[in-house]
């Protein structure tokens, strides 16, 4: 047994060798703190000068947020964005605007409508507009006609002028007519399909926007799970951009370093700069 007045040796893992890949300054105490007797630290450097200004730099930093998160397995950029993709993917698409803008023009589509059969608006001064009003004009004069013949007590010489009259405003009906077919009938059966169509529109529409309300209502948490994708999204993106940041300045560092050796070894030795 040893003696009780000398201390055993220290065994090999009490002096513990720890790689200096960064970490900040949690880090390196936890690596530090753990041998009883001395430690040693191995980097890969320039020269010791440079080490140990990049030593001081990097176990000097703060990093306690970061070591957290990457102990809970942080996920990669790229996994972020592919987690976050599959989840908008699988939302139905939002058709409000679409819906809204089928809504409008079928609104003006019955406006269009109304407005060709009574002449009125855009078709007022038109062929087409003029042979919709003709038709409801003649049919008035029809109707005032066959009622003068209805009357009771009329002569024979008034009957007679009723029975001509009343073939008088079904001739100008039916020429009235004629002409609307030929003239206005073509734009009210494109107008009837143009309403038509958007009708079938607006029923697709609308049970577009009932299948995404009804997955969001057995779906309630992928509006939360999507913005918190985009927070870490943002967050790693910003750490990718210090870390870039913080290679670009050792290398300018490096060739610091290096670019003054070159010039002390061309001046010569004894040389003060």
């Given at each position: 047994?040893?003696?009780?007045?000398?201390?055993?040796?220290?065994?090999?893992?009490?002096?513990?060798?720890?790689?200096?890949?960064?970490?900040?300054?949690?880090?390196?105490?936890?690596?530090?703190?753990?041998?009883?007797h001395e430690s040693h630290v191995h980097m890969v450097a320039q020269d010791s000068r440079w080490g140990h200004d990049h030593l001081v730099w990097a176990?000097?930093?703060?990093?306690?947020?970061?070591?957290?998160?990457?102990?809970?397995?942080?996920?990669?950029?790229?996994?972020?964005?592919?987690?976050?993709?599959?989840?908008?993917?699988?939302?139905?698409?939002?058709?409000?605007?679409?819906?809204?803008?089928?809504?409008?023009?079928?609104?003006?589509?019955?406006?269009?409508?109304?407005?060709?059969?009574?002449?009125?608006?855009?078709?007022?001064?038109?062929?087409?507009?003029?042979?919709?009003?003709?038709?409801?004009?003649?049919?008035?004069?029809?109707?005032?006609?066959?009622?003068?013949?209805?009357?009771?007590?009329?002569?024979?010489?008034?009957?007679?002028?009723?029975?001509?009259?009343?073939?008088?405003?079904?001739?100008?009906?039916?020429?009235?007519?004629?002409?609307?077919?030929?003239?206005?009938?073509?734009?009210?059966?494109?107008?009837?399909?143009?309403?038509?169509?958007?009708?079938?529109?607006?029923?697709?529409?609308?049970?577009?926007?009932?299948?995404?309300?009804?997955?969001?209502?057995?779906?309630?948490?992928?509006?939360?799970?999507?913005?918190?994708?985009?927070?870490?999204?943002?967050?790693?993106?910003?750490?990718?951009?210090?870390?870039?940041?913080?290679?670009?300045?050792?290398?300018?560092?490096?060739?610091?370093?290096?670019?003054?050796?070159?010039?002390?070894?061309?001046?010569?030795p004894g040389l003060d700069l």
């Amino acid at each position: 047994m040893p003696s009780p007045l000398i201390a055993p040796r220290a065994a090999p893992w009490t002096w513990p060798h720890v790689l200096a890949d960064g970490g900040g300054r949690e880090l390196a105490y936890v690596a530090m703190s753990r041998a009883r007797h001395e430690s040693h630290v191995h980097m890969v450097a320039q020269d010791s000068r440079w080490g140990h200004d990049h030593l001081v730099w990097a176990w000097g930093q703060d990093r306690r947020q970061g070591w957290a998160l990457d102990r809970e397995e942080r996920k990669t950029l790229a996994e972020l964005y592919t987690e976050r993709n599959r989840l908008v993917r699988s939302v139905p698409p939002d058709r409000a605007a679409e819906l809204d803008d089928a809504r409008r023009r079928q609104i003006a589509v019955e406006r269009d409508a109304h407005e060709l059969h009574e002449g009125i608006g855009r078709w007022a001064y038109t062929p087409a507009g003029h042979a919709a009003r003709d038709p409801r004009q003649a049919a008035v004069g029809y109707d005032q006609a066959q009622k003068s013949l209805e009357q009771p007590g009329l002569g024979r010489w008034a009957r007679h002028q009723a029975r001509r009259q009343l073939q008088e405003a079904t001739v100008r009906f039916d020429r009235a007519l004629g002409t609307w077919e030929v003239t206005g009938e073509p734009y009210a059966r494109r107008i009837e399909a143009d309403r038509q169509d958007l009708a079938g529109k607006v029923d697709r529409l609308e049970q577009a926007q009932q299948t995404r309300a009804a997955f969001f209502e057995h779906n309630p948490d992928i509006t939360k799970r999507v913005a918190e994708l985009d927070r870490s999204i943002e967050r790693e993106t910003e750490l990718e951009r210090r870390r870039s940041w913080e290679l670009l300045l050792a290398r300018e560092k490096s060739r610091s370093i290096t670019r003054g050796r070159h010039i002390e070894h061309d001046l010569g030795p004894g040389l003060d700069l």
